[in-house]
Structures are given as structure tokens and as C-alpha cells.
């Protein structure tokens, strides 16, 4: 709350609460954590002097919202009131009162990340109000007491101005403003502010200045205020800009320091490792008496660090001792032997063992001594403490403007524009600009810096299209800055230099890897060339310990900036083709590994294994195709095809594989014969049938006929080469492969015959049988995606006798075993059809969520049939409900994302039919009737005929032909094999019949659509 309100859960992810009065709700209850907050507070809180009628009830409404967002269990509610169950100290102004009354200013302040709750808009509440001015009282009251404390110097002139120009009448700031310009040599203006101080006093209150404030004005008239004394306590430098982005860390090493002797900030370079340490020693001043900073830069490896420690203590005989002759480390321990002080040893990566041994042995003999250092690795001292330094936090993906603007990279990206470019209008589009930037720099302060200063001669959209080559533009670092600061290449070109061989070519073969490298994948891939497989984990615990490599989750990972300049490495040493070549090797063999467990009971661990390494396997295939290496890109193809289908990568997935088959050059049949099958199931899914990929079909058989593959794929294209030559045959093919040896196989085909009885519209119970048996059977083998569109193909059979409630419910399994193994394309899919029966159920709520979840899901993904299908699935539901235009813009939804697909038998068929009913002119509606027929027919579904039927009839109603619209759905139904209770047209159709029929004439009619041919039927109506 000190700051724009934020909340986050345990784990650290944003929780977002909407609404004045939901945060408002939230304040009150977190300003009294634990405790419960009395219902009538919580009113006046939320509503002030403007309470609704039903008070108690709209609280109720509000409280149940804040459950809803807040993780279970966080809101209690008693008959008194409400308490929110969490720690004080996790609520930020809690913990910044209790850090006050314990003397602690600095990190009570430190909290601190704006004006409190100012982003909240609570209207018309006292108590809110009431709380914002208390806690800014606070906060100045204990800015106050800090420099009441610590004498401010002149390095707080900048922050006391800003002070005192907002609180002209605050006489102990203006008094500490006063000590500090008093500090910096400018006695002038110290004056000049008492003067305007006591004048404003006299103007806006009619009183004198406080004898206090007088009493500093007559020191400095004396003389006595800001008397340096000889012997400096410090030598760290005044900053020249301010520090963005890092003020939890600067708490955090300050903690480390206090508690611990050696204290090691360690990062990448660049990564702002000594400001870091500056920053936090700074705050140290009033609590150790001195710190000297040691810049061990400049020193030479072989150089002594004692030496540049004597020079930084400033070389005077009190200092250093009585023993000029005697050793530098020997003068430096006399020097400071009993002194209580902080030493930072700053840039120690080049000198790491004599700086190492220089620490060990002035701790040992300075018991009052601290020693911060930096280094790109650790010092590897018992009881050495580490701070790595991570980048700067970036903004999320998906972050609005607001949070992009407060995420610490691009905060400091706009401070270091916003001092060479006054012209910078930060609105959406710049915002989003700059976060792109802050991305493609990895949140590191010095490229975000250097960055910044391209901007003298560059627009923003100029610098980053232009950051795919970083090293030749960031080139434009301080003058003053130490030369491996002046371009982004020379910081890394530091780090290189102070490598072994081996750890370079570790490094540079590592860049190969896309989203990181287990270490079995980098034993395989890194190894060669005088590194032994068995040598790689201590090269990478090494490269890790040198902040060049990061480790997570067991991966180890480079930054991009490191990766791109490894990458460049390898070009160099004329090993980019071997390392490809070795990386596609491993990923390949994994793929291959991996496939069939992916139709087993261990599908998810091994899943999350490929999954892991998606990136790798991606980047592997797309080398292989860049090389127009056919058989390498096939047999990745043919190893990865079931995890792209299964895994929700459907359109990538189909996207390589199509790549593969069109590289030229020799291929294996076993390759050949898998990947065709995959682009068959590829092509034929969503609403595309079998004769869509005819010629793929017929061609993987073929070639199965001479290699005879044991994987499923080919032989599943057997049954429908089969299909193609003989529709009639397709139970008796499916019911061929319930002997197959392959238990994933015999699961498949028994829901196929389920699954095809059902097309076929065979009625009573067989069809159910067999799907309920390859239901058992997929749950046999733990094989989910089996399992799911076996359920959901039963929930759509069960809906048709109006059993809606027990259809969801299948649904949601189906859902939840899908959702398990990430196949995002089936969720929406499947939540679009579960909404649709949410609604015939009457459960319009649920019917909402569902549609919801649905665009969830479907915000991740570019597979068009799943968009496709949620597009249809919305367009219905808004006809359903009377919203005639929403429906037509979801049909032109749909059409536009199949593109030429969209022209498919089956998919037309369905959007003419839909069409129809929206077109008011029967005329209009005709011409969709026409269109629906002629797709279906050449479809041949009967499911879909069924439906298109059921249309012809809503067109002859519409012409007042009742008997001609009771036999058409009396043929609809014989089509189907069943009376079809999921389709709302067929009862609103049937009751305005049976109104004009009567009952008896309304059953001879259907009777007589039952017994008549249904294209007879159509036609006829379509006629007139």
C-alpha cells in the first residue's frame, strides 16, 4: 500500500483486485492483519456517509468478490465482522510502523515505492482518507528522525530540497537541509533557506522559527555547521545519477553486512555490482564510522591488492601505521587492526585469489573490521556471504501500461532517456517500446544505460529494431567509465579473457542450447575437443560461479547478451556445424525415447521431460531444415509428431512438419511412412474429413506396406486408406485392430467403432458400450488424451437424450484429463461444447464461465481450428439468446480464421446452416439452406445431415408448410438414429407444429418423414 496497490500470493504472482471499493475492502481489513475488522467500520470504510439500503448484503457481495481473487482461506468472516488471515509483516505499512518504533528508519523507508495507496480512488470515505494522511505523517515524521540521526551530508541535498519545497513548514527538514548544504560548501543557500523559511512561517502560520531551527541558523552564522574534519571518514564518491530499480537489494546487502563479516555481491558484468555495493555501504555510514572502497579495476592480475588498499586508505602515516618499510598487507593490518570500519573490495574477479588470501588474513587479525566485496564469482571464504545480483525485473508479457512504466528496468530506461531526450512521450506505444528494449537487454543496468545514451542521436523505435546486434550498437559508455565499461562487448570480452580454454569452449558450445541445457544434454553436446563428457559439470559449476551461466530447475542457462556474444565465439572457432550437428544428435534420440511412453501411464512424466526441452527440440528441427538436411528434419519429424499433437503445440507443430516433408533429398520409408500419417491427422482434424488428405493417406500406406512400422501412426492411415476405398467398410476396419499387439491401438479402435456407430446414427446402447469400454481401456493404459475424447464423444451421445447435467460433468473430466497433459487446442474446444450444454441445461452462469475459460485458453494459442471452434460455438450460443448480429460476426470470425478451410464440405455446411437462421428474407435464407445441403451431401455425415435437415425444416415453418417441416424432422431423427434433445431448434420447431397440427396429424406427418427418402424430402421444400 506504500505506493501503486499491489498484491501478490506466497509464490509471488500478481493478484489482481479490481475496483475501489474491492481494494478499499482489502486496506481496511490488511491495516488490521489478523484481526477482526467490525462489519460496520468495514461500511463506513467503503461507503462513507453514502451507505446503500442494503448495506450488510452489498458488503457481503464485496467480501465474496475478494475471496474469489485472493488465494482460499485468506478472508474469514465472523458474526462481528471480517479478518484477513495473514502475517503483519507481509502488509507493507504494518511492517513500516513496527520497523519505525524499532529505531529501524532506513529500512522502515526503504518501503516505500510512492504516495500510499495512490493508485486506490476510494470516493467520499473519511476513514480512507484518514488512513493516507496518517501513514504519510508517518512516513515524514520518521524522514525526519533518519536525518536527526545520520547529519545529512551533501550527497542529501537533491532529496531534502524536493522535501522541503512539499513541506515549506516542516522546520526539522528544512533544518537538515540546511546541516546539508551547510556539508557541501554552500553556506549561501543555507542561509538564503532560513530566510525564506522564516518568512513563509511568519506569512502562512504568524509565528517565529522554532528555537531549534534558530539554533542551526546561529551555528552556521559561527561557523560551526559543516566543519570538515582532516581525516576523512570515506572515500565513496557523490553519484551522479539516481539509482532506479534495486531497493529491495540495497536492504537486502545492508542486512548481509550487518550480520555477517565477508559479504560477496556477485552477477554478470554489467549487472551493476558496484553501485549495488556503494548504495548499500552508503546506508551504512551511520552505523559503522568508515568505509573505504578499494577499486581493484585498474590492478594488474599479478598485482598485490594490499597495495591499491593502502592507496584508497590515503597513504598518511596515521593511517597506515608506524612501519612505512614493512609489507603493504603488514601496514594495512596495523592501520586499521582495532578500527571499526567497512572495506569494499570492488571489481575482485581478475585478482580472486589474492584478494581471496587479503581477506581471509585481515578478518582474521581486524576483529571489528567488515568487507564487502564484488566479483563475478564468489571469493570461496568460509562464512562468506553471497548476494547474487539479479537483472533488473522486467515487465510481464501481458502487462498494461501502468505496470510497465513501474517495472524497475524500464524506470530506469526512461530516467537514463529522459536525461538526453526531452521530447519522450511516455504513452502506450512508448511503454511498450521500451519494454521490448528492456527484454532484448535482459534487464541489465549497464546495457539498459548504454542503451539510453544511443538515444542522443537515435528515436527509440530507430534503437530497437535495431538490438538483434547489440554489440555493435551499444557502444557509447561514459568517457570517464573504466574502459570495459564503455561497450557492451568490452564488458563481456572482460570475462572472457579471465577463462580457461576449456571453460571457453563449454561456454561457446552451450550457446547452441535453446531455453537452457540439462547436463546430460550438455555432457553430450558441450563435450570434444579435449573436453572429456565426465569434465563438463565442474566447467559448468565453474562458468555458474563466474556469473556467465545461470542455474534453474536443475538447467543451466545464459543470459541473451551472454548468448549472443558465445554464439559469435563459436562462429569463430569454426564449430557451429559440429555443435549443431551434436545438439540435433541428443534431441533427436530423446524425441524417439520419449514417443511411445507417451501413449503409457508414465505420458506425464515423460511430457514434462520433452516439454522442458521444447525449445531445444524446436530450435533442432528449424537448424535441421535451415541445413536442408531431409533425413535428419524427418526422423525428428516422425519422433516428435505425437508430443507437437499431444503437448497443445498443434500449429507448430504442423507448421515443421509440413517444413519437413518439402526438404529435398534422400529419406528413410520408416521417416517417410510416420511423418505423412502425422500430416494426414494434422490435416483431418477439427472439422476437415478423411478426402482432405487423400493423397497423404494412400502415400503413407504405401510406403507401410513395404516397412511394416511398428508405430501407430502408419497404421491407423491402413484403416482409413481403406475408408477411402470403401465407406462401407469402416466398422469392419476399426473392428480389425482389436487384435493388434499394440494396447494403445486396440483402445483407439474400440472407441472408434463407438465413435462411428454414432456418425453413422445407429441407435440404442452398442455405441455406448464400446466407447465406456475404450474409456476403461485408455484409463487402463493412463493414456489422458485417449481418455478425453473418448468422454467427450460419450457427453455428446448422452446430450442427445437431454441429459445435460451428466454431458457436463463428462465434460469437465474430459477437460481435466486433457488440461493434465497441456493439449490448451482440446480445452477450447472442448469448454465451447460444454457451454453450449451448460445453456440447454438452463445453467446460463456456467454457461458464462465456460465461454470464458475458453477465451482463456484460447489467448495462448494460433491452432485455427480451436479458434474456429470457440468462434462457432459463441456464434451459436448469441443466435440461441436472440443477438442476431453478435452471431454473424462470430461466423465471419470463424471463416477468417480457416481462410480456404472455411470452403471445406463439412465447415461450410455448418456456417450456411447457421445462416440460415439468422437470414430474416426467406429468399436468403433459401439460398443457405441450398448451400448447407450441397456441402453436407458431399460431406456425407449424418450427423451433420441430421442437423442441416432440421434447418430445411425452420424454412418450411417459416412458410407455413407445418406438415412438410414435421416430416422433415421425422427424417432428421432417422438420420441421427435417435430423437436429437440437444438441438434447441428441433423442440422450438416441434412445438410451433404440434400448435397448428394438433397432436394426431403432427405424428402421421413425422411418421411420414421417417419412411420418406430425406433427399426427396429436402429437395421438395428447397423447390418451392
Known amino acids: ?192 533557506l532560513y530566510q525564506r523559511t522564516r518568512e513563509t512561517l511568519a506569512e502562512t502560520l504568524g509565528v517565529d522559527p522554532s528555537p531549534e531551527l534558530s539554533a542551526v541558523h546561529l551555528a552556521l552564522l559561527r561557523g560551526e555547521l559543516g566543519r570538515r574534519e582532516d581525516d576523512r571518514k570515506s572515500n565513496l564518491r557523490a553519484e551522479l545519477t539516481s539509482y532506479v530499480g534495486k531497493e529491495a537489494d540495497i536492504s537486502a546487502v545492508r542486512e548481509l553486512v550487518t550480520g555477517h563479516r565477508l559479504t560477496t555481491v556477485i552477477g554478470p558484468g554489467g549487472s551493476g555490482k558496484t553501485r549495488l555495493a556503494t548504495e548499500a555501504a552508503r546506508t551504512l555510514l551511520g552505523d559503522l564510522p568508515e568505509a573505504w572502497l578499494v577499486e581493484l579495476a585498474a590492478v594488474g592480475a599479478n598485482s598485490d591488492v594490499a597495495h591499491a588498499t593502502l592507496s584508497a586508505l590515503g597513504g598518511r602515516d596515521p593511517l597506515i601505521g608506524d612501519a612505512p618499510d614493512a609489507e603493504p598487507a603488514d601496514r594495512v593490518v596495523a592501520a586499521i587492526r582495532e578500527r571499526e570500519m567497512l572495506l569494499i573490495l570492488d571489481n575482485c574477479e581478475h585478482v580472486i585469489e589474492s584478494a581471496a588470501a587479503f581477506a581471509h588474513r585481515l578478518l582474521g587479525e581486524c576483529g571489528r573490521l567488515r568487507i564487502l566485496a564484488t566479483s563475478r564469482e564468489p571469493l570461496g571464504i568460509t562464512g562468506e556471504a553471497l548476494w547474487p545480483v539479479a537483472p533488473l525485473t522486467l515487465p510481464a508479457p501481458d502487462a498494461d501500461p501502468a505496470e510497465i512504466e513501474s517495472s524497475p528496468a524500464v524506470r530506469l530506461l526512461r530516467d537514463r532517456a529522459g536525461a538526453v531526450r526531452s521530447d519522450l512521450r511516455m504513452d502506450a506505444r512508448t511503454l511498450a517500446t521500451m519494454a521490448h528494449m528492456c527484454r532484448a537487454l535482459d534487464g541489465m543496468p549497464l546495457a539498459i544505460e548504454l542503451a539510453a545514451a544511443r538515444l542522443r542521436t537515435m528515436s527509440l523505435e530507430q534503437l530497437a529494431d535495431r538490438l538483434d546486434d547489440r554489440f555493435r550498437m551499444l557502444t557509447g559508455g561514459s568517457r570517464t567509465a573504466l574502459p570495459r565499461h564503455r561497450t557492451l562487448r568490452a564488458v563481456i570480452d572482460w570475462s572472457w579473457e579471465l577463462l580457461t580454454d576449456a571453460e571457453r569452449a563449454v561456454l561457446r558450445r552451450l550457446s547452441v542450447f535453446s531455453g537452457g541445457a540439462s547436463l546430460e544434454a550438455a555432457e553430450q553436446v558441450c563435450a570434444g575437443g579435449g573436453v572429456e563428457a565426465g569434465e563438463v559439470l565442474e566447467l559448468l559449476t565453474a562458468l555458474t560461479e563466474k556469473s556467465l551461466v545461470v542455474t534453474k530447475d536443475d538447467r543451466y542457462r545464459m543470459l541473451g547478451t551472454i548468448k549472443e556474444y558465445a554464439e559469435q565465439r563459436l562462429a569463430e572457432a569454426d564449430e557451429a556445424e559440429r555443435t549443431r550437428l551434436a545438439h540435433l544428435a541428443y534431441f533427436t534420440e530423446l524425441a524417439e525415447t520419449a514417443d511411445p511412453h507417451l501413449r503409457r501411464t508414465e505420458q506425464l512424466e515423460w511430457l514434462a521431460r520433452i516439454e522442458a526441452e521444447h525449445d531445444n527440440v524446436t530450435a533442432a528441427m528449424r537448424g535441421a531444415l535451415a541445413a536442408a538436411d531431409a533425413q535428419a528434419a524427418m526422423r525428428l519429424a516422425a519422433a516428435s509428431g505425437w508430443y507437437w499433437w499431444l503437448g497443445g503445440h498443434k500449429a507448430e507443430g504442423s507448421e515443421l512438419i509440413m517444413a519437413a516433408t518439402k526438404v529435398p533429398g534422400e529419406v528413410s520409408d520408416e521417416a517417410k511412412t510416420i511423418v505423412y500419417a502425422f500430416v494426414s491427422s494434422f490435416l483431418t482434424s477439427g472439422m476437415a474429413d478423411e478426402r482432405h488428405a487423400e493423397e497423404w493417406i494412400r502415400t503413407a500406406h504405401e510406403i507401410n506396406q513395404r516397412v511394416r512400422s511398428s508405430h501407430p501412426a502408419p497404421k491407423l492411415m491402413a484403416a482409413l486408406e481403406r475408408v477411402l476405398r470403401d465407406p462401407d467398410a469402416l466398422l469392419d476396419v476399426w473392428d480389425e485392430f482389436r487384435a493388434d499387439e499394440d494396447p494403445w491401438v486396440r483402445a483407439l479402435a474400440t472407441m472408434h467403432l463407438g465413435r462411428t456407430r ?236 404440434r400448435d397448428h397440427l394438433g397432436e394426431p396429424r403432427f405424428a402421421v406427418a413425422t411418421g411420414e418423414g421417417a419412411r420418406t427418402d430425406w433427399q426427396e424430402l429436402a429437395a421438395a421444400t428447397l423447390a418451392r
Open 1 to 192: 500500500m506504500l505506493g501503486p496497490f499491489e498484491v501478490r500470493t506466497d509464490d509471488g504472482v500478481p493478484a489482481d483486485v479490481p475496483g475501489a471499493r474491492l481494494r478499499g475492502l482489502l486496506i481496511a481489513l490488511a491495516l488490521e492483519p489478523g484481526r477482526v475488522v467490525p462489519k460496520a467500520t468495514l461500511v463506513d470504510w467503503i461507503w462513507g456517509e453514502h451507505p446503500p439500503a442494503d448495506a450488510a448484503n452489498a458488503l457481503q457481495r464485496l467480501v465474496s468478490r475478494l475471496r474469489k481473487v485472493l488465494p482460499e482461506g485468506s478472508v474469514e468472516g465472523t458474526n462481528s465482522g471480517y479478518r484477513l488471515l495473514v502475517e503483519p509483516d507481509s502488509v507493507d505499512a504494518v511492517r513500516f510502523e513496527r520497523l519505525v518504533g524499532q529505531g529501524r528508519l532506513r529500512d522502515a523507508l526503504a518501503l516505500w515505492r510512492g504516495a500510499a495507496m495512490q493508485d486506490v480512488g476510494l470516493q467520499d470515505s473519511a476513514a480512507f482518507d484518514a488512513a493516507v494522511t496518517r501513514l504519510e505523517g508517518l512516513r515524514l515524521t520518521a524522514l525526519e528522525d533518519r536525518f536527526d540521526a545520520e547529519i545529512p551530508g551533501a550527497n542529501a541535498v537533491a532529496e531534502l530540497t524536493d522535501l522541503v519545497a512539499a513541506h515549506p513548514v516542516r522546520e526539522r527538514l528544512v533544518a537538515a537541509l540546511m546541516r546539508a548544504l551547510a556539508a557541501s560548501g554552500r553556506d549561501t543557500d543555507a542561509l538564503l
Open 758 to 993: 454414432v456418425v453413422l446414427g445407429h441407435s440404442g446402447r452398442e455405441a455406448e458400450e464400446y466407447l465406456e469400454t475404450a474409456l476403461d481401456e485408455f484409463r487402463a493404459l493412463g493414456e489422458r488424451w485417449g481418455i478425453s475424447l473418448t468422454l467427450s464423444t460419450l457427453a455428446d451421445r448422452i446430450a442427445t437424450r437431454g441429459e445435460f447435467a451428466v454431458a457436463c460433468e463428462y465434460y469437465e473430466q474430459a477437460i481435466a484429463v486433457v488440461t493434465e497433459v497441456g493439449a490448451v487446442e482440446d480445452v477450447v474446444h472442448l469448454r465451447s461444447r460444454q457451454a453450449q450444454l451448460y445453456w440447454l441445461a438452463g445453467d446460463l452462469d456456467s454457461c458464462a464461465a465456460a465461454v470464458a475459460d475458453a477465451e482463456r485458453a484460447a489467448e495462448g494459442i494460433s491452432w485455427a481450428n480451436a479458434l474456429a471452434d470457440l468462434a462457432l460455438a459463441k456464434a451459436e450460443l448469441a443466435r440461441w439468446r436472440g443477438d442476431a448480429a453478435e452471431a454473424r460476426r462470430q461466423v465471419g470470425v470463424a471463416e477468417e480464421l480457416l481462410g480456404a478451410e472455411a470452403q471445406e464440405h463439412y465447415v461450410r455446411a455448418l456456417t450456411q446452416n447457421l445462416l440460415g437462421y439468422l437470414t430474416e428474407d426467406l429468399a436468403g435464407a433459401r439460398e443457405h439452406r441450398v448451400a448447407a445441403l450441397r456441402s453436407v451431401t458431399e460431406a456425407g455425415h449424418a450427423l451433420g445431415i441430421a442437423q442441416v435437415l432440421v434447418g430445411i425444416a425452420d424454412l418450411a415453418l417459416r412458410h407455413g408448410e407445418y406438415e412438410q417441416a414435421a416430416r422433415l424432422l421425422g427424417a432428421s431423427a432417422v438420420v441421427r438414429g435417435l430423437p436429437d434433445s440437444s438441438q434447441p431448434d428441433v423442440a422450438r420447431i416441434e412445438r410451433a407444429v
